[in-house]
């Protein structure tokens, strides 16, 4: 299955409730769509169910992002099915709490293999297809505000997102004119388990637009970027003002 002349999509982390939402959002854009799956093939199979009755030529293949391994057989796959690479939306990711100093070799792994070493090998993949393309294409990572914040109990998780967000700028300034490479941060769309407190009032209280983050925040960031062709190399903080503090 070769699309002709439809703009392609290549995506990790669409399985959760965000990454679902951004998935419909791109194909509703006009992309097919070409996400990855690793746990649940249940839900990945939902998901591309209602995909295809927007965009039709969109698939899934099974990928455990921290396997470099993996991601190289999931782009094999991909080439084999299509014929163009426009976006790649790279946002697989893990979160949970890491107490120092206990924080074990696994824990260590389990944060970094996926968030970063994965989100590394997925852009370097995707680039090898997009720098022989004459078209424009974008890559957006997913990283997010701890990058920029001391979250003393969520070591491994805020040093992946850091390095995500070097990263971007390392791959906008080496593909540009051709690729545009950009991150998109959020910020609180749940109590942050940093927080142990009861009362989301409190969290509330540490955002100046006094709510949490909503999907359609990030959607609506994500297609800034897809109309916008002078952005490449930035970071930017969907947080409703949460870094201000």
């Not at 782009?75 to 107490?99: E, H, I, M, P, Q």
Request: charged letters at 20%; one cysteine or more; proline letters at 4%.
């Amino acid at each position: 299955m070769k699309p002709s002349g439809r703009k392609v999509c290549f995506m990790t982390g669409a399985s959760g409730k965000l990454g679902s939402e951004i998935a419909l959002s791109i194909a509703g854009q006009g992309y097919s769509v070409c996400f990855t799956w690793h746990s649940s093939e249940e839900k990945a199979s939902l998901l591309l169910e209602k995909i295809r009755w927007i965009s039709p030529e969109s698939s899934m293949i099974q990928c455990n992002v921290s396997k470099t391994g993996e991601i190289l057989n999931a782009f094999a796959v991909f080439r084999g099915l299509y014929d163009r690479l426009d976006l790649l939306v790279a946002s697989a990711s893990n979160f949970y709490k890491t107490t120092l100093p206990d924080v074990s070799e696994e824990e260590w792994d389990s944060l970094v293999d996926t968030n970063l070493k994965g989100t590394f090998f997925t852009m370097q993949e995707a680039v090898k297809i997009m720098r022989h393309q004459s078209f424009l294409s974008r890559i957006i990572t997913m990283s997010d505000i701890s990058a920029g914040l001391v979250w003393q109990n969520f070591a491994p998780y805020t040093v992946s997102k850091a390095g995500v967000q070097h990263l971007t700028r390392i791959f906008a300034k080496k593909y540009a004119p051709g690729i545009l490479v950009n991150s998109i941060a959020p910020g609180t769309f749940t109590i942050n388990p940093d927080k142990e407190v009861d009362a989301e009032d409190e969290m509330i209280g540490k955002i100046p637009l006094r709510r949490y983050g909503d999907p359609l925040d990030i959607i609506r960031t994500i297609i800034f970027l897809l109309e916008n062709d002078y952005i490449t190399g930035q970071v930017i903080n969907v947080d409703g003002g949460r870094l201000l503090q």
